[in-house]
């Protein structure tokens, strides 16, 4: 055991303190402020290891906790990029590729590969975990939007179809989860069906 | 897979959101506020998982995890006590065993028992990895204290002593650990070993 490899461990640890201040556009449960990117990390692999049961047997949900802790670590120099700006997204994978390349190099270079490789994993959706872990992160804000009366998306305008087309991640995830939180969205956007 | 059960663990999932609004006594790492009791689980759920190598070989680090992602979430009800308070410390395990009971039991009653075992797990300190879990609960915030060159501890006037009686947790998990970050923290505090 090595001090220089403890020093760079914390070092990581440090550098990454600034996820807390990285704000996306979901409004806590109380609406009383935007929810920051660290905190929504702590929820987001909380509910995955709470509805576990809905992976398909292949996934290691362990796995997926760890995959949802780190993956939005890239945002403290890539920024929360919001899934329904097309714009931005066009430039999201080149911003959060620099982002990976300085955050993960913190650490000690074994772990700089652990990290990265978990990372690209999430990204790719290609894996049962990764599928699994994109569901949830999905999931998460809808349940939000719904308990806050859609507030966030009033307030930036978004169309009931862009939540249908940018949420069937869920259903691939599990088809259920989507049924159920589909039910919300529905009776949130009824009688039109357009915008809230 | 029935719906009223995925109702239940969204009611919790939206219930504990509530941990975001339970302010720390510890500073971020950038010094711009007091960080919240659901953005150190995250944070010290991502420590845990980066220094898992420095666990004795019978602990199951996915369980340490869950464990700090959990362990918080009494303080929704209970508040936050800050570990140099001993007056509020004498009645913390009343008032979290009340928050405990409220708050798990808006789970489906299976993760009820489950949760609610993990947490007494952790709170018990007498199993490997509830002993390494509150080891790295202790460190996180004294990286903290010492990256803002011991702000939280100036303003509260806590002593040298106390630091050292209170974080012997940390040796149990790893001398190592404890060694280095005991490095730092007689730094800070040279020469005299008092207050700051």
Redesign the interface.
């Known amino acids: 055991?090595n001090?220089s490899r403890?020093?760079k461990?914390?070092d990581?640890?440090?550098a990454?303190?600034?996820?807390?201040?990285v704000q996306r556009k979901t409004y806590?449960?109380?609406g009383?402020r935007f929810?920051?990117s660290?905190?929504h990390?702590?929820?987001v692999?909380?509910?995955a290891?709470?509805?576990g049961e809905?992976a398909s047997d292949e996934v290691d949900i362990?796995k997926v906790?760890?995959m949802l802790?780190?993956h939005d670590i890239v945002e403290i120099d890539a920024g929360d990029t919001l899934l329904y700006d097309d714009v931005l997204t066009e430039s999201k994978k080149a911003r959060e590729e620099q982002a990976a390349k300085r955050l993960f190099s913190i650490?000690p270079e074994d772990?700089t590969i652990q990290l990265r490789s978990v990372w690209e994993e999430f990204e790719s959706e290609e894996t049962a975990e990764s599928v699994f872990a994109a569901g949830i992160d999905r999931l998460?804000p809808l349940?939000?939007n719904i308990?806050t009366n859609g507030r966030a998306w009033r307030e930036l305008g978004i169309h009931y179809d862009q939540i249908m087309a940018k949420n069937t991640k869920i259903a691939k995830a599990n088809p259920?989860?989507w049924e159920?939180i589909k039910t919300d969205i529905d009776e949130l956007f009824a009688p039109d069906f357009t915008t809230l």
Chains 1, 2 share one sequence.
């Open positions: 055991m001090v403890i020093r461990q914390w990581f640890i440090k990454i303190d600034a996820l807390k201040s806590l449960i109380d009383s929810e920051n660290a905190e990390s702590w929820a692999s909380t509910l290891f709470l509805l809905y362990n906790i760890v802790l780190i650490l772990q998460i349940i939000h308990s259920i989860l159920v």
